[in-house]
């Protein structure tokens, strides 16, 4: 049972344009979600991360969306550029320490 | 910057072998992990260490085991290799457990089992 999901296993936009990468949860006991990106050959990197007593969290062009009713967030790339093209992670974690991952979506950004 | 390094960038194996995969990180991080990581399936966390020599398994331990002699390094094993341990395998650290410690990765060990 995958408790994260990430639907869209690929997205694609134009550069300027708003990438939005989603993302499902089903264990209400999550309480912190991040978003990793990765590079081809290289291992995942930190992108930005949102508690759950909150619904929005914004850092320059990442934002991070959260809706707890919904057991869905979101991340929203504004405006998109084509070193954004990568594979995007969903993550969540409970108290315990653990982070279970989503699938990843590619995002390609089109110059 | 903290590094995570991992001893080989490519491995091939034969089935039956036993695999050493070595991970190391240099910014005195309590915790390690081991991921791999497939087509499909994301990333599923085999094990994760929260000490030196102290070990807790994850949602994929089976076939595995690891090693944490030395707060830097951890060692991901295994025992007896099978086609199906063909995988990108991820080590991380982080600084704590709690939801706001990001995790550092390393670049990866693609191991290939024949």
């Known amino acids: 049972d995958q408790q994260v999901k990430q639907n869209s296993p690929s997205l694609s936009v134009q550069e300027g344009r708003i990438s939005i990468l989603n993302c499902d949860y089903t264990n209400s006991m999550f309480d912190y979600f991040l978003w990793y990106k990765k590079y081809p050959a290289e291992g995942p990197t930190f992108l930005i991360s949102?508690?759950?007593?909150?619904d929005k969290n914004e850092d320059g062009r990442f934002t991070v969306f959260l809706n707890k009713s919904a057991k869905h967030l979101s991340l929203h790339i504004v405006p998109s550029q084509p070193g954004d093209s990568a594979v995007y992670f969903c993550a969540a974690k409970t108290n315990a320490g653990k982070s279970t991952f989503g699938d990843g979506t590619t995002l390609t950004v089109k110059p | 910057d903290v590094k995570v390094t991992q001893s080989s960038r490519y491995l091939v194996k034969r089935t039956g072998e036993k695999v050493f995969l070595e991970c190391v990180q240099d910014m005195d991080h309590e915790n390690m992990f081991w991921y791999r990581q497939d087509p499909g399936l994301g990333l599923r966390l085999i094990y994760f260490?929260?000490?030196?020599?102290?070990?807790e398994k994850g949602d994929i331990p089976e076939g595995y085991s690891v090693s944490r002699e030395k707060k830097e390094r951890f060692s991901l094993i295994l025992e007896s290799a099978s086609t199906n341990q063909t995988s990108m395998y991820l080590c991380?650290?982080?600084?704590?457990?709690?939801?706001?410690?990001?995790?550092?990765f390393g670049p990866g060990t693609r191991l290939t089992v024949t």
């Open positions: 949102i508690s759950s007593i909150k």
């Open positions: 260490s929260y000490d030196v020599k102290m070990k």
């Open positions: 991380a650290s982080s600084l704590g457990l709690a939801g706001h410690y990001e995790q550092y």
